[in-house]
C-alpha cells in the first residue's frame, strides 16, 4: 500500500494542476498582508473609533496576529475550490487520461487503487491547508510582530497573546477536517464522470445549495438543514471565543467525520462496480 501511495503521490505532484491552488494562495496572502501593513492598521482604527471614547486599549492590537485571522476568515470560502481541483482529478482525471484499464490490469485490487488515491487527497488537503496556515501566519508575525488578538465578530473579544498561538494551531486543525469531508464529497463525485471539471462544479454547486438552505429562515427547511454539513464548515471560527465551545466543536468533528465516511463509502461502491470503457 506504501509504494502504491507513493506511486500517486508522484503522479499527483507531477500535474501542473496541483500547483494551481499553492501558486493562489502564495500570490494573495502576501499581497493582502504587505497592503495592510502598508495601511497601516486604518481599517482596526475605524473600527474601534466609537469604543475609544469609552475605553482604554494599550499595546499592539495591529498585529500579525490579527491579520492572519483576518486572512483567515477572508479566503475560506475560496479553499473549498482549490481543493476540488485535485480531489476531483483523483479518479476522473484516469479516465479523462485514458489510462483507467492500464492501472486496473495490474495484479492489484481495486480497493487498494481506490485507498492509494484517497490517502494521496487526504495528504494534498492537509499539505494544503497547513501551506496556508504556515504563510498566512509566519509572514503576518514577521512584518507586523505579535501581541493580543483582537476579534471583531458581534461585539469585541480581546484574546492574551499566550493563548493565541494554540488556538491558531486548533483552527487550523479543524479547517483541515472539514477539507476533508469537501476533499471527499469531490471525491465522490470524480468517482462517476469522466472528465475532472464535474467533480469540482457539482462540489461548489453542492456547497452553494447547503450554504442557501443553511440561511434561509423557511420552516420547510428546518429539518433539512440539520442534516447539512455546511453549518459546520466555520467551527474553527469556535476556537476564538472565550470559552471555547468544546461541546460544540465535538459535535462538529463528529458531523463532519460522518459526511467524510459516507461520501469515502459511496465513492468506493460506485468506484468497485464501475465499468471501465476508457
Not at 223 to 238: E, G, I, S
Amino acid at each position: 500500500m506504501a509504494r502504491l501511495v507513493y506511486y500517486e503521490l508522484i503522479k499527483l505532484f507531477l500535474k501542473k494542476r496541483t500547483y494551481i491552488g499553492f501558486g493562489i494562495v502564495l500570490l494573495i496572502v502576501p499581497l493582502v498582508e504587505v497592503a495592510m501593513m502598508l495601511e497601516g492598521g486604518r481599517f482596526l482604527t475605524m473600527a474601534m473609533r466609537g469604543l475609544s471614547q469609552d475605553f482604554l486599549f494599550f499595546g499592539n492590537l495591529f498585529n500579525g496576529w490579527f491579520v492572519a485571522h483576518q486572512i483567515m476568515n477572508s479566503l475560506w470560502f475560496h479553499i473549498p475550490l482549490l481543493i476540488s481541483f485535485v480531489a476531483g482529478d483523483q479518479l476522473a482525471g484516469e479516465a479523462t487520461a485514458g489510462t483507467y484499464r492500464l492501472i486496473l490490469i495490474r495484479p492489484v485490487s481495486r480497493t487498494r487503487i481506490f485507498i492509494a488515491k484517497y490517502i494521496t487527497t487526504l495528504i494534498y488537503t492537509i499539505v494544503f491547508v497547513f501551506f496556508l496556515a504556515g504563510l498566512s501566519v509566519g509572514l503576518a508575525v514577521i512584518l507586523l510582530g505579535r501581541g493580543d488578538l483582537i476579534i471583531i465578530f458581534r461585539g469585541i473579544l480581546i484574546l492574551p497573546e499566550g493563548e493565541v498561538a494554540w488556538r491558531f494551531l486548533a483552527a487550523y486543525l479543524l479547517a483541515a477536517w472539514t477539507m476533508i469531508t469537501i476533499a471527499s464529497l469531490s471525491f465522490f463525485f470524480s468517482s462517476f464522470v469522466e472528465n475532472a471539471i464535474g467533480p469540482i462544479v457539482a462540489t461548489m454547486g453542492v456547497l452553494i445549495v447547503f450554504a442557501v438552505i443553511s440561511v434561509i429562515p423557511v420552516e420547510l427547511f428546518e429539518v433539512p438543514k440539520k442534516f447539512l454539513f455546511t453549518k459546520y464548515l466555520n467551527m474553527w471560527q469556535k476556537m476564538f471565543q472565550d470559552p471555547v465551545p468544546w461541546d460544540e466543536v465535538k459535535t462538529g468533528i463528529l458531523f463532519m467525520g460522518t459526511w467524510t465516511v459516507a461520501c469515502v463509502l459511496s465513492a468506493w461502491a460506485v468506484f468497485v462496480k464501475k465499468d471501465i470503457l476508457s
